[in-house]
């Protein structure tokens, strides 16, 4: 049975993959999304010990020394230094690996709760799904960053602690959007005769419900993590993040924060790195739904 | 009317499913006991104090006083301000309202005319200005962005003062760092609901009629296109709400969302339960209304259900 279907689907499965890639180089917005996020990917990633400086290291010679390109500036520190004389380049290279560890983790773990819980509710429907949507409701009724903050509170901070106080959160818009399209894949008549076949349920959830919700995970995702970026600058910023003297991009900004007269660009930079790898992601996401839904390009098109 | 009933019997669902989460964070803040007498308590103290809170009875019971307490909006006394939590929370809110108020009043003022303009002319130089603008709006944060006003117009122009609250021009900064998101998400709207309606066949029919350009946009096609963003509109309240913590932290602000702050960073943990439990009341509360509002516009809901 599945001998005979299997080539089929591969046959099927490669060009089409091969012309969503070509959709998606082809969308400006998306393509300058990837161009921007790449090299900040690259940089967050790079090994310490080849960082300009140390992150941590300051020279006191060199405080609040303002960018190269700036009167005063010196291109041995081609983004200025901070209040202490630390580099902001090498500072926003490595602390975004935090916040880029942060969220995707953080993402990963929404998206491991939020989709069980969708699946379910999508697929059991009755009592499940009554139960797992009052359970999204009652999630977003929350302000969000009081709640996190409250948490971080009481329970303290730490890299662990902040991935799962900003991923348990984020299950209930996994939650819902894949409850959404479990609804529509579940009503499809190849799961129909699936199941009138008599396949077993788990297979019947793994081989043909979960495949075909990769679609509206992989935009979810792509958006989430730039929520979340967002969400964990403004808890660092707020001092309950990541904490000095490990550097965030949110801690940079509220470490500038007290120099704004002085050295402006000490604050402004960081916030720089969180708002294009955001428009970035916000760009993907958007590239990523023209090419792998097409119903939705028909809606963007309009939105 | 049985849609509405079936709304609120699933608000009050979700309004005890808040109170357990805010009750569990009050368990989470440990033994209020050791708070209260200081680690060197001896044990008998300690045990009659237990009794006297009933932090001896089962954790059902302790949950039931909980919620019998809030519905009475009794939170409990501030532990710095020695003061009732929910009255703290009830004098900072006026701040808050006003602010989130300005935001959503600058955010239809600009996002609505912006997103309705855009899409009378889809793929135009403005359209693309506009939806480039949005996504920029949508990706900064609001933090950030306040503190790059306060360096711009603060710091540096020193046209606007950067903190406190009582002046007109006080609000001006606050208000536009908060409402830039907002506006950004209610031009989009804006435009894809009005993109939208011109293509339906009731706007052709009243184009063919003759009717001028303007009478079928502003007659016809605007009021069918503001039914969502009204929702929209409603359903930001709560990432305003988030976004007025932030705001009010940055611009010493004095409204709730820096009271929870304070409160945290103090550990004042009453205080901190008010406004994440009233808080989330509201949110829930101004959904409701919004679906309310929505059955009232759109007759075709009460139909469709």
């Known amino acids: 049975m599945s001998a005979t279907v299997l080539p089929r689907q591969v046959a099927v499965a490669v060009p089409r993959r091969r012309r969503a890639v070509r959709a998606f180089l082809r969308d400006r917005m998306a393509v300058a999304g990837l161009v921007l996020l790449v090299p900040v990917v690259v940089a967050a990633l790079w090994p310490v010990a080849w960082l300009p400086h140390p992150p941590a290291w300051s020279d006191l010679d060199a405080r609040l020394v303002p960018p190269a390109l700036l009167a005063g500036g010196r291109w041995a520190h081609p983004l200025g230094t901070d209040n202490l004389g630390r580099d902001i380049l090498s500072r926003m290279m490595y602390g975004g690996r935090f916040s880029l560890f942060v969220a995707l983790s953080a993402v990963t773990l929404a998206a491991l709760i939020g989709v069980t819980a969708g699946v379910v509710a999508g697929y059991r429907g009755g009592l499940a799904d009554v139960i797992v949507m009052r359970l999204v409701d009652v999630q977003l009724a929350f302000p969000l960053i009081l709640l996190v903050i409250a948490i971080i509170a009481v329970l303290g901070t730490s890299l662990p602690m902040l991935i799962v106080v900003l991923g348990v959160p984020a299950w209930a818009h996994y939650a819902r959007i894949i409850r959404g399209s479990t609804l529509v894949v579940v009503a499809a008549q190849y799961v129909e005769a699936a199941r009138a076949l008599g396949g077993r349920e788990s297979r019947l959830i793994f081989r043909h419900v979960l495949p075909n919700l990769a679609t509206p995970m992989v935009i979810l995702t792509t958006f989430e993590i730039a929520r979340l970026l967002l969400l964990e600058s403004a808890v660092s910023f707020l001092g309950l993040g990541i904490q000095p003297p490990t550097p965030s991009w949110g801690t940079m900004i509220a470490d500038g924060r007290n120099h704004i007269y002085e050295g402006w660009w000490v604050s402004t930079i960081p916030g720089m790195g969180i708002f294009l790898v955001v428009l970035a992601l916000n760009f993907i996401g958007d590239g990523l739904r023209d090419v792998l839904d097409p119903r939705a390009h028909a809606r963007r098109a309009m939105l | ?305």
């Open chain 2, 1 to 305: 009317m049985r849609f509405l009933l079936r709304r609120f019997a699933q608000l009050l669902v979700v309004l005890l499913g808040v109170s357990v989460v805010v009750f569990g964070l009050v368990r989470l803040t440990g033994d209020p006991v050791v708070i209260l007498l200081g680690e060197a308590a001896t044990a008998e103290a300690v045990a009659e104090m237990r009794a006297e809170l009933g932090l001896d009875r089962p954790i059902y019971v302790q949950y039931a006083r909980f919620l019998g307490r809030a519905l009475r909006g009794d939170f409990g006394l501030s532990l710095r301000y020695r003061q009732s939590a929910l009255s703290l929370f009830v004098e900072r809110l006026p701040a808050t309202l006003e602010l989130t108020a300005a935001a959503l009043l600058l955010a239809l003022a600009i996002g609505l005319p912006v997103g309705v303009v855009a899409a009378l002319r889809p793929n135009s130089g403005f359209d693309g200005l506009v939806r480039g603008s949005a996504l920029v709006g949508q990706a900064i944060p609001g933090f950030y962005l306040g503190l790059v006003a306060i360096i711009v117009f603060g710091a540096h122009l020193k046209l606007l003062p950067t903190g406190g609250r009582g002046t007109l021009a006080q609000l001006i900064l606050p208000a536009a760092t908060l409402a830039a998101y907002q506006i950004a998400v209610v031009a989009r709207f804006a435009r894809g609901a009005m993109l939208e309606v011109l293509g339906e066949d009731f706007v052709r029919t009243a184009r063919a009629k003759g009717l001028t350009r303007a009478r079928v946009v502003a007659g016809h096609a605007l009021r069918n296109a503001l039914i969502p963003v009204v929702t929209i509109v409603a359903l930001q309240f709560g990432t305003l709400l988030s976004g007025a913590v932030v705001t009010e932290t940055v611009f010493s602000w004095p409204g709730v969302g820096r009271l929870a702050v304070q409160a945290i960073y103090t550990r004042d943990f009453p205080v901190v339960q008010v406004t994440v439990m009233v808080t989330a009341v509201l949110f829930v509360v101004i959904n409701l209304l919004a679906d309310v509002v929505y059955v009232i516009v759109d007759p075709r809901i009460r139909v469709a259900d």
